[in-house]
């Protein structure tokens, strides 16, 4: 089909499961950025080394918000409500 109808651009549909399937691609996106903002402190715990109290804090917002993404039903896609990202730079 080429989008067009009566001289204007019909937008594409997407189909519930490709609306899952991108939330689904989003969820791991998000949980991957918030990941690699904690990759030091994972590094120094399994090395043993303690952690600051700003890095202790750090690991546990970031890993609050993977719970959040986590526990999200992306069954109801593309009407899903993400949090709010994490920077914690």
Do not use: C, F, H
């Not at 189909?15 to 990941?35: C, D, F, H, Q, V």
């Not at 917002?61 to 920077?87: F, G, K």
């Amino acid at each position: 089909m080429s989008g067009y109808m009566w001289g204007g651009i019909k937008p594409r549909e997407y189909s519930s499961e490709e609306y899952i399937e991108k939330a689904g691609s989003t969820k791991k996106e998000l949980i991957a950025n918030a990941l690699s903002q904690i990759s030091v402190i994972q590094l120094k715990l399994q090395s043993g080394r303690r952690l600051s109290e700003s890095e202790t804090e750090k690991l546990n917002i970031t890993l609050d918000y993977i719970d959040e993404v986590e526990n999200i039903d992306i069954s109801m896609a593309p009407n899903v409500q993400w949090p709010s990202s994490v920077d914690l730079s």
